[in-house]
């Protein structure tokens, strides 16, 4: 770890952030253990399903877009559906053909519970992180991230549910164990390495981001999950006004509001995106053409991603090292996380001190 940086209070949230390699390494040891593959695949093969439902709150649904785009390219019919509208609006999905992918990191969110007490047919896979939790112990098969306790703001429990959702789309995909062990085996020391240099990575984020009062966070596909969750995060530990989107929602009327006070973070995605339409620009491609664009408007404009090094400005915080599209998304948000010690820092605040929220939202 370099010398601390002036800028950042090192609290509770800190040291939960500097925890999440330990937390991805423990929870991919709980994966690997022998048989859990063959007592998970045992489950989601026991019949053909008509659809699969992928629900969660917060930061736990946004984790879901990665494996709804994995089922979608694997030919499954999945639904992405928030638990609050699921339990309202989607509980005629939840039949005996249905297998629903439930993430909650406690388990015991105001939400879920209200769907275990409907749910009377589907079967369900819960992805959490206490195994005293009700969904843990009511699920048909519970997949048990390895985060430990969390402070506030989910960041070790986010990447660790990330990895477990990975893993699972490995599986319900086709791919073999072995193949998935040796791709998720780098990711926890990448992060690791990443994270050795948050104090450089602050600062310059601070220096860049002074004066900012309006941030965008704007992806496609499976960087949705970074977008959705970097904005919520930092709205939470750094209480300021931040959006998660798609770079296509983006252009629908929030490029409007470009300003001095504005800051936006584009994620560039995968350089080798599944198939495509010929003769239709890729996802990254459009991303890289929406950061030129604000550049040119003036608009301060971050690239986050593998080719971070295509924006006119460089900012190492936001360069990504060359990784695997699986592990990806967990990496993806670091850049978020080091946005949200800056920005506290600039305001003068420990980041991840909650006033109004709880970190179990136990109120519908």
């Given amino acids: 770890m370099l010398s601390a940086s002036p800028l950042v209070i090192q ?15 423990r929870t991919l040891e709980w994966l690997q253990v022998p048989a859990r593959w063959r007592e998970v695949q045992v489950l989601t093969n026991s019949r053909a399903w008509k659809r699969v439902v992928l629900t969660g709150m917060g930061s736990s649904f946004h984790a879901l877009h990665p494996l709804n785009l994995g089922l979608i390219g694997a030919g499954f019919t999945p639904v992405m559906m928030e638990t609050s509208e699921l339990i309202h609006h989607g509980m005629p999905l939840c039949d005996a053909d249905t297998l629903v992918v ?17 749910n009377q047919q589907a079967t369900v896979l819960a ?8 969904l843990a112990k009511e699920a048909d098969c519970a997949l048990l991230t390895q985060a430990g306790v969390e402070f506030s703001v989910s960041c070790k429990t986010y990447v660790s549910a990330l990895l477990a959702l990975q893993w699972l789309s490995a599986l319900l995909t086709g791919m073999p ?34 004066g900012v009062r309006h941030l965008f966070l704007v992806g496609r596909g499976a960087s949705l999950a970074a977008a959705g969750t970097g904005a919520l995060i930092i709205k939470e530990s750094a209480r300021m006004h931040a959006e998660g989107m798609s770079s296509a929602a983006f252009r629908h009327g929030p490029m409007e509001m470009t ?24 996802p990254r491609a459009l991303n890289l053409r929406l950061a030129q664009e604000l550049r040119e408007r003036g608009t301060r404009c971050g690239v986050i991603g593998v080719s971070a090094a295509h924006a006119s400005i460089h900012l190492t915080p936001l360069n990504l090292p060359e990784i695997d599209a699986l592990t990806a998304p967990v990496v993806e948000i670091l850049p978020a996380q080091m946005m949200s010690l800056a920005l506290a820092g600039l305001a003068g605040c420990e980041a991840g001190v909650f006033e109004s929220a709880r970190k179990i939202t136990d109120t519908e």
Avoid: K
């Fill in 11 to 25: 609290g509770c949230y800190f040291r939960d952030l500097m925890a999440q390699p330990e937390a991805l390494q």
């Fill in 127 to 134: 992805v959490t992180n206490t195994a005293e939790g009700r």
């Fill in 102 to 118: 439930a993430v909650s990191q406690s388990g015991g969110s105001a939400e879920i519970l209200r769907f275990l007490d409907l």
């Fill in 177 to 210: 164990e072995a193949e998935l062990s040796r791709r998720l085996a780098p990711l926890a020391e990448q992060v690791a390495a990443y994270l050795r240099h948050w104090p450089s990575h602050t600062e310059a984020l601070a220096v860049w981001m002074s």
């Fill in 259 to 282: 300003r001095a006070d504005m800051c936006v973070g584009v994620f560039t995605g995968a350089a080798t995106p599944g198939a495509t339409t010929v003769g239709v620009p890729t």
